[in-house]
């Protein structure tokens, strides 16, 4: 009993995150609330406050479902040992990223709350500040990629990596963002790859 207790919470925070993901999606997250989340998952809004303090807790448990595995896999694409060399993991893992946002509605919904759906004022400056800390772990784990790709001297350009990273940090941040606005797909979702490629190609020693 207690262990379907459990489950039962658990399919309930579920259903709560995913009903909190439409609402942002159609309303905007600063026109939402949490009654418009408690009707859309069909609980009670106190169903709500057990499983969440409030909507910017509701919104972290968005963002972590898809930061948190991005940041995971470049862990494992950025930073472990690898045949590829790694000015290729660094084009490959900003590519699987694409393919997941193609293969992957949650992620696409989230990423189109977080960055044309919400407006980072008030309780929500403190959620800006931690997708920009995030962002600072992302452009870490590219620098380490390009520092090994400074040693295997496969750079063209004299520039630290540090700022390859950032440049790099910022070109990806900048292509998602279009690639996010771009819904009919007719400027930037159907050559992300290709202008990731360009861009990688750009400081490859030839």
Request: aromatic share 8%; with cysteine.
């Amino acid at each position: 009993m207690v262990r379907k207790t459990k489950e039962d919470a658990e399919l309930t925070r579920k259903r709560i995150i995913n009903s909190a993901r439409a609402v942002f999606l159609a309303r905007g997250v600063s026109r939402s609330t949490l009654e418009h989340i408690a009707a859309h998952a069909e609980v009670t809004r106190g169903a709500v406050y057990w499983h969440f303090k409030n909507k910017t807790d509701i919104f972290h448990a968005i963002r972590d479902q898809v930061f948190l595995p991005l940041i995971d896999r470049m862990d494992d694409s950025l930073t472990l040992a690898s045949d590829e060399d790694p000015l290729t993991q660094i084009e490959n893992s900003l590519c699987v990223t694409f393919d997941d946002l193609n293969n992957n509605i949650e992620m696409r919904q989230t990423y189109e709350i977080m960055m044309i759906k919400c407006e980072y004022v008030d309780e929500f400056s403190l959620v800006l500040q931690q997708i920009l800390s995030n962002c600072s772990s992302i452009t870490g784990k590219i620098k380490l990629a390009y520092e090994r790709a400074e040693q295997q001297n496969l750079l063209a350009c004299k520039h630290t990596p540090l700022a390859l990273a950032l440049d790099t940090h910022l070109f990806f941040g900048g292509l998602l963002h279009m690639w996010v606005k771009d819904a009919d797909g007719s400027m930037f979702r159907n050559q992300a790859k290709e202008l990731i490629k360009s861009h990688i190609n750009l400081r490859r020693k030839q």
